[in-house]
């Protein structure tokens, strides 16, 4: 179900951009590429629920995801001078956004942080074996609304350890 959705999203940027003449060649191929990308997950996702078994297409596609994703940041890192993935690595990912408003003078921001460990058993080849990935850690917290946080601010914090702590609700599957 969220694949389908990722991809509808995908399609209605698309077509939003394209009515808008905001589209270039190269943008509209990248999102191409990213629609079909999405569907093969989720068609790749709908087998492993069904213990369907994968085909070695589709395995190859799961072991070289991160790289068809780092390919999609470069391109769209491109009109800024950044053509190769070693420039990348001093522009990190993690963001913070406003999402709400309160009259008292506070807003609620939201944040992606530093990338935590993620273990999760799968099944490969008709056995269950335990693979190693990342997940961006998750914040929420008010900020005053004089002092609305930037991205830039953001990584400070992260780089100084200076963080508020994770909401208590990730407490049940985040190990210390």
Not at 34 to 52: F, G, R, V, Y
Not at 76 to 90: K, N, V
Not at 122 to 127: E, H, L, Y
Not at 132 to 152: C, I, M, N, Q
Request: net charge negative; glycine share 8%.
């Amino acid at each position: 179900m969220l694949y389908g959705r990722l991809a509808a999203l995908v399609g209605m940027t698309k077509e939003g951009l394209q009515t808008r003449e905001l589209l270039n060649e190269r943008d509209r191929e990248s999102l191409n590429r990213l629609e079909q990308l999405i569907l093969a997950l989720k068609t790749i996702s709908e087998k492993e629920l069904t213990n369907t078994p994968l085909t070695d297409e589709e395995y190859d596609l799961i072991r070289s995801y991160g790289g068809q994703l780092e390919h999609f940041w470069l391109e769209a890192l491109r009109d800024e001078g950044i053509d190769h993935r070693s420039a990348m690595y001093d522009r990190p990912a993690a963001v913070v956004a406003d999402v709400a408003n309160d009259p008292g003078g506070n807003v609620l921001e939201e944040a992606t942080g530093n990338v935590f460990d993620i273990y999760v058993v799968v099944p490969v080849d008709g056995k269950l074996r335990i693979a190693l990935g990342g997940v961006y850690s998750y914040y929420e917290f008010p900020w005053l609304a004089v002092d609305r946080l930037t991205d830039s601010k953001w990584h400070k914090m992260l780089k100084d350890g200076q963080t508020p702590p994770l909401p208590q609700w990730t407490g049940a599957f985040i190990a210390p």
